[in-house]
């Protein structure tokens, strides 16, 4: 069996990620922090932000609601949580495994792009995982490149319903 492993890369200018620290690239070393989506977690304390925090006053930042009533292919199903951090510029969404192994390349390539945009407007970068804590799917800006450009990245190290027989 061959994995397809294909990293896109979209050319697009974003001031506000500029100047990030092209050291703190975001990748799937980085752990996800999925303690902090338990009840009574303390989001705050870890400048984190969950699909259940509520702002005393406005819209939560970022927002995604309406993101996932729009893109999830799946009526809502397939994104079961998210952990924003605003210091960090990142985004980290969990999705139902069983749902996500429907989904060809195709389909998961386009929900990463709608995600990973809405993401970008905010000025953040987007990791999508697993209940299992797994890395999915990275869309990062990345500085190091010339020019600087968007990438959407699949894990490689996963085997699911992206396998080609010989």
Not at 36 to 44: E, G, I, R
Not at 86 to 109: F, G
Request: glycine share 4%; hydrophobic share 40%; proline share 5%.
């Amino acid at each position: 069996y061959q994995l397809l492993f294909i990293t896109v890369s979209l050319i697009i200018f974003c001031p506000r990620l500029l100047a990030q620290d092209s050291s703190k690239l975001i990748s799937c070393a980085e752990p996800f922090e999925a303690e902090l989506l338990k009840k009574n977690a303390k989001l705050q304390k870890h400048g984190a932000i969950s699909a259940e925090t509520i702002a005393k006053e406005g819209i939560t930042t970022p927002s995604l609601w309406w993101t996932k009533e729009q893109f999830d292919p799946f009526s809502g199903k397939l994104i079961t949580n998210w952990l924003a951090y605003p210091k960090e510029q990142k985004i980290d969404l969990v999705v139902n495994w069983q749902l996500w192994t429907l989904l060809d390349y195709l389909q998961r390539y386009r929900f990463i792009h709608n995600f990973g945009t809405i993401a970008r407007e905010y000025g953040y970068n987007l990791r999508v995982f697993n209940q299992q804590n797994e890395c999915l799917a990275i869309y990062r800006y990345n500085p190091d490149t010339n020019p600087p450009k968007w990438e959407i990245q699949f894990d490689p190290s996963l085997k699911d319903s992206l396998e080609v027989g010989s």
